[in-house]
């Protein structure tokens, strides 16, 4: 009887490891399609100088670098948490504090390239005073600053006021490795500020543009356009807010579902949360815009697809291709 128990349980167990490595997979082939992707857009943003020039593509470069970074990481985080494989804590606290920091960079981002647009439409004969290519990275650079302050905040209280992780391989969450009150309390308060702050940056841009496309007697289309590109920023930072709130659910679902009920939900999650809006966002976003769309179709098919033949430059100047 035992026998036949124990034999039960092994086939169990193999199911439930043949399932895990199925749902990896799954996981694992559009993350690699979406990381070519993302590739090809950073190579294509580097083939022209006025890609490199412009501050909306120095923007939209940035969020790919971010957002692919990112979604390295969390199907890194993804892949441990499924298979329950224990990390050095090192290594944890490194993956946890570089996902946060891209995240809150990536969030960030999106009221830079919001206020871009807002500045495109409703001031377009200061545009190009305004928005140069040196106040864009410097505006980066204070969004990386901003972005680390949580991560920096982590770092320091666990090196030098946390002594409750003694053990050196865990599982790799933010619950095993940071559990004294106060990380919760830094997250909670970071997070609301980071949140709440381009909420109201991306909502403002997105009336003020609304306002002109009401008013002006001519380029309403563009107007149009950036409102709808706004929207799609206030979407992508929705999604950013839902998946920093993935953890705390799977605590509270753990103790009320059983094992494979939650990988199952893990795995849901961790597709239409984590994978989609880091890999579709970017690819809609960068296809919206013509000229950008045409370079990208004749890199993405290896040359295969002709470029169109229209003058980047003449697009741009124009407004043709206003993302």
């Given at each position: 009887m035992s026998n036949?128990?124990?034999?039960?349980?092994?086939?169990?167990?193999?199911?439930v490891m043949d399932q895990n490595?199925?749902?990896?997979?799954?996981?694992?082939?559009?993350?690699?399609?979406?990381?070519?992707?993302?590739?090809?857009?950073?190579?294509?943003?580097?083939?022209?100088?006025?890609?490199?020039?412009m501050p909306r593509y120095m923007l939209f470069g940035h969020m790919l670098w971010v957002d692919t970074l990112n979604l390295f990481m969390?199907?890194?985080?993804?892949?441990?948490?499924v298979s329950r494989m224990s990390i050095l804590k090192n290594i944890c606290l490194f993956l946890l504090i570089s996902t946060t920091a891209l995240l809150h960079v990536s969030v960030l981002n999106l009221s830079l390239m919001s206020l871009e647009r807002y500045i495109a439409i409703c001031f377009p004969l200061r545009h190009a005073d305004i928005t140069t290519s040196e106040r864009?990275?410097?505006?980066?650079?204070i969004v990386w600053m901003m972005g680390l302050i949580q991560p920096l905040s982590d770092m320091i209280t666990f090196y030098v006021i946390d002594s409750t992780s003694a053990v050196m391989n865990l599982f790799c969450s933010r619950t095993t490795l940071f559990r004294l009150p106060i990380y919760?309390?830094?997250?909670?308060?970071?997070?609301?500020?980071?949140?709440?702050?381009?909420?109201?940056?991306?909502?403002?841009?997105?009336a003020s543009i609304a306002a002109v496309a009401k008013t002006a007697s001519s380029d309403k289309a563009s107007a149009k356009k950036a409102n709808k590109t706004v929207l799609l920023h206030l979407l992508q930072m929705v999604l950013g807010l839902i998946s920093l709130l993935l953890e705390p659910i799977f605590e509270a679902m753990y103790v009320h579902v059983d094992y494979n009920t939650l990988v199952n939900l893990m795995y849901l999650f961790f597709?239409?949360?984590?994978?989609?809006?880091?890999?579709l966002s970017p690819l809609v976003y960068g296809l919206r815009d013509k000229a950008f769309g045409s370079s990208f179709k004749y890199y993405?098919?290896?040359?295969?697809?002709?470029?169109?033949?229209?003058?980047?430059?003449i697009h741009l100047v124009a407004g043709g291709c206003k993302i």
């Open positions: 036949l128990n124990e034999s039960q349980a092994n086939i169990t167990q193999t199911v490595a199925l749902k990896m997979f799954l996981s694992g082939t559009p993350c690699v399609i979406f990381l070519y992707v993302n590739g090809v857009m950073i190579f294509t943003l580097s083939k022209k100088t006025v890609f490199q020039e969390s199907v890194v985080l993804y892949i441990c948490a864009t990275k410097m505006a980066i650079a919760k309390k830094l997250e909670i308060s970071i997070t609301c500020v980071f949140f709440v702050s381009v909420c109201f940056v991306i909502v403002f841009t997105y597709v239409v949360f984590i994978i989609f809006p880091r890999c993405f098919t290896l040359g295969f697809k002709r470029q169109n033949r229209c003058n980047t430059e």
